[in-house]
Nanobody, 116 residues
Framework: QVQLVESGGGLVQPGGSLRLSCAAS????????MSWYRRAPGKERELLAV????????NYADSVKGRFTISRDNAKNTVYLQMNSLKPDDTAVYYC?????????WGQGTQVTVSS
């Protein structure tokens, strides 16, 4: 059974940090391009970061560049999103996505709330 399970979300104060994890099962993560998205209340889904299958290249949305870092550990079938200098505008449900040709998998999401 193919699954992506996000974890690591929660409540954090502005300026704080969180590390999200996305654990894959049922398929070999190392052949997939991995991405993190988020959806804030009342807003469209936003692509935040993408990392190549080998982890050699990554790209970021302007809204998170310099604050968020995407990484992967293919041996552990896991992708991470390190989030620093969090702002209230970062409050959203965060999703990971795995894509390889016609295969496209999503996790269930993890809530991140940035508030004092």
């Amino acid at each position: 059974q193919v699954q992506l399970v996000e974890s690591g979300g929660g409540l954090v104060q502005p300026g704080g940090s969180l590390r999200l994890s996305c654990a894959a099962s049922g398929f070999i993560l190392s052949t997939y391009v991995m991405s993190w998205y988020r959806r804030a209340p009342g807003k469209e889904r936003e692509l935040l970061a993408v990392i190549s299958s080998a982890g050699s290249t990554s790209n970021y949305a302007d809204s998170v560049k310099g604050r968020f870092t995407i990484s992967r550990d293919n041996a552990k079938n896991t992708v991470y999103l390190q989030m620093n200098s969090l702002k209230p505008d970062d409050t959203a449900v965060y999703y990971c996505n795995a894509r390889h040709f016609t295969f496209d998998y999503w996790g269930q999401g993890t809530q991140v709330t940035v508030s004092s």
